[in-house]
C-alpha cells in the first residue's frame, strides 16, 4: 500500500523569506506522479505543482519548486518570496498508478503561517 | 465555465436519516472520486469511479454508497449507518484515462487522466 508522510505538523515563515515542507512517501511503483495541494481557509484544494516520477528534473511553478528524490522517495516543497496568502494548509499527495485507480494519497498536511 | 460543483454548501442531518450531496461535473472527465475530510486532518477516499456505471470502495466506505449513472454526476449519500458524519466532504474529478502501452511504459512517458481536481466541498453536520 501506499503511504504519505508529512513531518512537520506547523511551520512558520516571515514574509518574503523561504520555507521548505517536507514530505516523504511509501511505493513499490516506479512511475507514478507527486502532488502539492494547499487548501486555503476556505477549503478549496487547490492544486500547487505536479512531479511525474519519470522526471528527473524538479518541477517548478513560479515562487513554488519541488526537491524530488526518487531513491529516498523525499518530496519537499519549497516556496521562494513568501507571501501572505500562502498561509494555508499543505497537503502532499500521491497518485497511485492507473491499474490500481488513479487515486490520490494524502498526508496528513502541514499548515503553514507566513507572518508580516 | 467549466468545473466541478458541489451542493449543498452546508447540510444538516438528523440522527438517522440518509442524505445525499451532489456532485456535478461539466469537464467531461471519465473518473470521479469522494473525499472526507475531518478538522485538522488529511483526506480520506471514500468512493471512486473510473467509468460510468462502475465504481469502487475507498478506505472508509462504511455507512456510504454511491451511484454513477451518468458521466458528469457521481451523489454520495451518507446513510444512517455511518456513525460519525460530521466532516467536510470533497468531491473530485479527473481527466479521461488512457493506460500505458508496454512501449510508453518502457518511454517513462505519463498518461494521461494524471491530474485531479476538486470542487469547494459541502459540510455536513449532524444535529
Known amino acids: 500500500a501506499q503511504t504519505v508522510t508529512q513531518s512537520q505538523p506547523e511551520m512558520s515563515v516571515q514574509e518574503a523569506e523561504t520555507v521548505t515542507l517536507s514530505c516523504t512517501y511509501d511505493?513499490?511503483?516506479?512511475?507514478?506522479?507527486l502532488f502539492w495541494y494547499k487548501q486555503p481557509p476556505s477549503r478549496q484544494m487547490i492544486l500547487v505543482i505536479r512531479?511525474?516520477?519519470?522526471?528527473?528534473q524538479n518541477a517548478t511553478e513560479n515562487r513554488f519548486s519541488v526537491n524530488f528524490q526518487k531513491a529516498a522517495k523525499s518530496f519537499s516543497l519549497k516556496i521562494s518570496d513568501s507571501q501572505l496568502g500562502d498561509t494555508a494548509m499543505y497537503f502532499c499527495?500521491?497518485?497511485?498508478?492507473?491499474?490500481?485507480?488513479?487515486?490520490?494519497?494524502f498526508g496528513a498536511g502541514t499548515i503553514l503561517r507566513v507572518k508580516s | 465555465d467549466g468545473g466541478i460543483t458541489q451542493s449543498p454548501k452546508y447540510l444538516f442531518r438528523k440522527e438517522g436519516q440518509n442524505v445525499t450531496l451532489s456532485c456535478e461535473q461539466n469537464?467531461?472527465?471519465?473518473?470521479m472520486y469522494w473525499y472526507r475530510q475531518d478538522p485538522g486532518q488529511g483526506l480520506r477516499l471514500i468512493y471512486y469511479?473510473?467509468?460510468?456505471?462502475?465504481?469502487q470502495k475507498g478506505d472508509i466506505a462504511e455507512g456510504y454508497s454511491v451511484s454513477r449513472e451518468k458521466k458528469e454526476s457521481f451523489p454520495l449519500t451518507v446513510t444512517s449507518a455511518q456513525k460519525n458524519p460530521t466532516a467536510f466532504y470533497l468531491c473530485?474529478?479527473?481527466?479521461?484515462?488512457?493506460?500505458?502501452?508496454?512501449?510508453?511504459?518502457?518511454?517513462?512517458?505519463?498518461?494521461?487522466?494524471?491530474?485531479?481536481?476538486f470542487g469547494e466541498g459541502s459540510w455536513l453536520t449532524v444535529v
Open positions: 473530485a474529478s479527473s481527466p479521461p484515462y488512457r493506460p500505458k502501452t508496454p512501449l510508453a511504459r518502457d518511454r517513462g512517458s505519463p498518461s494521461s487522466g494524471n491530474t485531479i481536481y
Open positions: 511505493t513499490s511503483e516506479s512511475n507514478y506522479y
Open positions: 512531479q511525474e516520477a519519470y522526471k528527473q
Open positions: 499527495a500521491f497518485m497511485t498508478p492507473p491499474e490500481y485507480g488513479n487515486k490520490l494519497v
Open positions: 469537464l467531461n472527465h471519465d473518473a
Open positions: 469511479s473510473q467509468i460510468v456505471n462502475d465504481f
